[in-house]
Structure formats: structure tokens, C-alpha cells
């Protein structure tokens, strides 16, 4: 009998390492095709794109400074990075220093067709500092790559929330996923 309680939780452990390495493999190709699809698109529009941290420093550390800087037409964007590794997980923004990470669960009632959703709070997460030396005309970007599935702020202190778009403003940051950015400096 122990063996097979020996050989059940083995399995289960390995199903949760494998489930932990699979969404660290997606961030990682995600981030890639990101940093080859931004690249490509500065060289062919002229714009000029400055790293200022390595591709994957945000997926262990969100600092002051930014991640890298765009050039467009005039137009300066400091881009900063925040990466969620799974992609099932809801983003509320509480305030300008922080946002809470929410796990999605759905699960289907006997006789019952619709799927009914529970969230579960995850972690307290600090969101980067505004960098107010980088000068008065540059855009503050918060960029969501790989992005969660919802992202939500929270209204006047009150649970009253608003789904986040791409370019919507946000405690000073324009808030962009990975497409959403790349459409809007095409459009330049």
C-alpha cells in the first residue's frame, strides 16, 4: 500500500514540475519572439531601440530602470517589462506600488451547463517606480509579456473594476501586451 502512495505522489510531483518548466519554456519563446518581432520592426521603420537590462532580467527582478527605450518619430518610450509565467492568471492593479496576482479555476457543477469561476489570491507583487530622470517626454510604458489572461484596476479604492486595454492609462503608465505595443508603434 506504501508503494503505491509512494509511486502516486512521485507522479504528481513530476506532473507539477512538469506544468512549472512548460510555463517557464513558454515565457521564454514568448519573450524571444517578442525581442525578434521588436527588433525587426525598428530596423524596417528607421525607429532606434536601446537594451537597457537583458531580455530575461524581469523574469527574475523588476528594477527603476527600464528595460529598453524606443525612438519613434520623435516619440521616446521607456518600456518596462513585468512577465507572468502562466497564462491563466488574472492581474488587479490596487494602486500605483502594488497589484495582486489572481489564479483562475473553473470547475462544472453536476447538472449544471455553465462553467462557474473562483479566483484565488497568489501574491502581492510591487510594481516599478515611475522614472522620472529619464526626462519629461518620454512615454512610461508597463509591458506585459508573456501577458496574463485579464488585467484589471481597481476604481477609487472601491472593488469597482475596469478591464485593462492596451494604451489605457494607468497610475502614470500606459499599459501595453506584447501585440498591442508592437501594433502601435507600426501605426506611427
Known amino acids: 500500500m506504501s508503494a503505491v502512495i509512494a509511486y502516486s505522489v512521485g507522479i504528481i510531483l513530476a506532473l507539477c514540475a512538469a506544468k512549472i518548466l512548460f510555463n517557464f519554456i513558454r515565457a521564454v519563446v514568448l519573450r ?6 521588436i527588433k525587426k520592426l525598428c530596423k524596417d521603420k528607421g525607429y532606434e531601440m536601446t537594451k537597457k ?4 532580467a524581469s523574469f527574475f527582478r523588476i528594477t527603476k530602470k527600464a528595460d529598453f527605450t524606443v525612438e519613434a518619430r520623435g516619440e521616446r518610450y521607456s518600456v518596462r517589462l513585468i512577465t507572468c509565467f502562466a497564462h491563466k492568471r488574472a492581474y488587479h492593479f490596487i494602486n500605483d506600488r502594488y497589484y495582486v496576482q ?3 479555476f473553473g470547475y462544472i457543477l453536476p447538472m449544471s451547463k455553465s462553467i462557474n469561476k473562483i479566483r484565488f489570491f ?52 500606459q499599459v501595453y501586451g506584447a501585440g498591442g505595443f508592437l501594433k502601435m508603434l507600426n501605426e506611427k
Open 32 to 37: 524571444v519572439s517578442f525581442y525578434k518581432r
Open 53 to 56: 537590462r537583458g531580455m530575461f
Open 102 to 104: 489572481f489564479a483562475r
Open 122 to 173: 497568489e501574491k502581492l507583487k510591487k510594481l516599478p517606480e515611475l522614472n522620472a530622470d529619464e526626462g519629461e517626454n518620454i512615454k512610461q510604458i508597463l509591458l506585459l509579456n508573456p501577458s496574463p489572461m485579464e488585467v484589471f484596476q481597481l476604481e477609487g479604492g472601491r472593488m469597482k473594476k475596469s478591464l485593462v486595454v492596451d494604451g489605457a492609462v494607468m497610475y502614470g503608465w
